[in-house]
């Protein structure tokens, strides 16, 4: 069982930056793929970016340039650094594990970017 848990989602202005963290805990050797997920309202919910264990990454168009994937291993968890917000950034971002062929999601926090 892997057990997900987000930090740094909030309020900001266009053009600001914002860092969200999600720490991984329980019974498990290694995650092989951790990543980002976003929803907003009415829309389905969307890859935003992906990192593995050796640090290769993928991201959508839309935040390339923008936004950063990282992690620490020793640690368990995985951030994303978003510079350059957009007002279509607004979203509920999801963190996501991959670990023995299942998905195992964060509970999700609120990113909102006004205009």
């Known amino acids: 069982q892997v057990q997900l848990v987000e930090s740094g989602g909030g309020l900001v202005q266009a053009g600001g930056s914002l860092r969200l963290s999600c720490t991984a805990s329980?019974?498990?050797?290694?995650?092989?793929?951790m990543g980002w997920y976003r929803q907003a309202p009415g829309k389905q919910r969307e890859l935003v970016a992906t990192s593995t264990i050796v640090g290769s990454t993928n991201y959508v168009e839309s935040v390339k340039g923008r936004f950063t994937i990282s992690r620490d291993n020793a640690k368990n968890t995985v951030y994303l650094q978003m510079n350059s917000l957009k007002p279509e950034d607004t979203a509920v971002y999801y963190c996501?594990?991959?670990?023995?062929?299942?998905?195992?999601w964060g509970q999700g926090t609120q990113v909102t970017v006004s205009s």
């Open positions: 996501n594990a991959e670990y023995h062929s299942r998905q195992y």
């Open positions: 329980g019974s498990f050797f290694r995650l092989n793929v």
